[in-house]
């Protein structure tokens, strides 16, 4: 299958495009020259093509990646430098990337992270609040700031969050040095871990695969986790079935299972799709 994009709107460091024949969009971090380090007009941009595929309830699943074969090296740091002391009179303000991190988090869409080249600090941060990661095994992901004289703000919070091995955070954290996509994907850091010549296919691939599934249904299923992930079990389960009477107000989950159950013959159908989809 060729996969065919469309352009939704164009900014200087950023393009935001929709596949044409399915669900998924996509946000290009596109400022190659300078490894997609991120600047302040980077993340007016991105909040900009989020609210664009809010408003389209046919997007499902969004895609975020780098052009010229790098994800991210972190912030620009002379733009770092210029916005080091933003919200520091109002500290409980949140600044511009904690604003990002929480706008992906629950954003009611799912969030997939397409990793290749470096990923790198504030990079770190932007991918570990995404919903899944899909990383080239070869690529680079780490936090050099310790050696600029930095602890990794943003990243260090997102990093240990993500319920790796404590240790391993800490020596991502501490020592500077890189992890492949292959130790990523061992301690849990990203989702799966591709041959780098696979990544862009089976990336598409499984966003294709999401964007059969129903709107509601994945939206609730990302209230579940995002909410329930900082409970008791006690509680997460209590919030479960309140997520669950608020989905079957959209959806009725045992409708068509006849037609489910037919489509799963012979073993797992990914294909099979809910004709209210």
């Known amino acids: 299958m060729t996969d065919s994009w469309v352009t939704i709107k164009e900014w200087p460091e950023l393009r ?5 024949d399915a669900g998924v969009a996509r946000i290009m971090l596109n400022r190659p020259e300078k490894k997609n380090s991120l600047t302040g007009e980077i993340f007016q941009a991105f909040f900009e093509s989020l609210e664009i595929i809010r408003a389209d309830r046919e997007l499902k699943v969004v895609i975020t990646k780098g052009a ?4 991210s090296s972190g912030f620009y740091l002379p733009f770092l430098r210029s916005v080091s002391h933003e919200g520091l009179a109002d500290w409980d303000r949140p600044r511009t990337m904690d604003r990002l991190a929480e706008e992906l988090r629950f954003f009611p869409r799912i969030t997939i992270a397409q990793i290749e080249g470096y990923c790198l600090g504030g990079a770190l941060a932007l991918m570990n609040s995404h919903d899944l990661v899909f990383a080239a095994e070869d690529a680079q992901m780490g936090m050099p700031e310790v050696m600029r004289g930095s602890f990794g703000q943003f990243a260090t919070c997102t990093l240990f969050h993500s319920q790796i091995p404590i240790k391993k955070a800490a020596y991502i954290q501490l020592v500077g040095e890189n992890v492949s ?3 990523a994907d061992r301690v849990g850091l990203v989702s799966r871990a591709l041959p780098a010549a696979e990544l862009e296919d089976k990336t598409l691939a499984f966003a294709r695969d999401l964007s059969l599934r129903h709107l509601a249904v994945l939206e609730h299923a990302k209230i579940a986790v995002q909410m329930g992930r900082e409970l008791s079990l006690t509680d997460a389960m209590k919030l479960d079935h309140l997520v669950g009477a608020r989905l079957s107000k959209a959806v009725d989950a045992t409708a068509d ?5 037919k489509s799963q013959k012979g073993g797992p159908n990914l294909e099979y799709k809910r004709p209210d989809a």
Request: net charge negative.
């Open 16 to 20: 935001l495009d929709r596949l044409a």
């Open 68 to 71: 010229g074969g790098c994800y």
């Open 181 to 183: 996509g292959i130790e």
């Open 257 to 261: 299972v006849e037609s489910y159950l």
